[in-house]
């Protein structure tokens, strides 16, 4: 049973960083494509960001372009999405997210797997 435990979430001031990690267990990670989505309090899930198996080919929401980071670490079993210049409109539930095929997961419908999810609120 392949298990994705987020971690990194928290409190932080407008302006600030935070990087989530999320650990995968119980499968071949390195044979996934993995990615991020979001969902604040009373909106629909969001996508964040994606990445291939490789790591070589990245895609990111519009609403965080230029300001996150997603990167994996195929030996640690491990995906991270570092997060600059933190806003208070990317306060939300942030969860991993796993896809069996190894390209891109830029929707939800894309997933097999699902994180917990971690919370990040940004302070205004």
């Known amino acids: 049973q392949v298990q994705l435990v987020e971690s990194g979430g928290g409190l932080v001031q407008t302006g600030g960083s935070l990087r989530l990690s999320c650990a995968c267990s119980?499968?071949?990670?390195?044979?996934?494509?993995m990615g991020w989505f979001r969902q604040a309090p009373g909106k629909e899930r969001e996508f964040v960001a994606a990445?291939?198996?490789?790591?070589?080919?990245?895609s990111y929401g519009n609403s965080v372009k230029g300001r996150f980071t997603i990167s994996r670490d195929n030996a640690k079993n491990t995906v991270y999405l570092q997060m600059n210049s933190l806003k208070p409109e990317d306060t939300a539930v942030y969860s991993c997210?796993?896809?069996?095929?190894?390209?891109?997961?830029?929707?939800?419908?894309?997933?097999?797997?699902w994180g917990k999810g971690t919370l990040v609120t940004v302070s205004s």
């Open positions: 997210a796993a896809d069996r095929n190894p390209g891109l997961v830029v929707s939800t419908d894309g997933v097999d797997y």
């Open positions: 119980g499968g071949t990670f390195s044979d996934y494509g």
């Open positions: 990445i291939t198996w490789s790591g070589s080919t990245r």
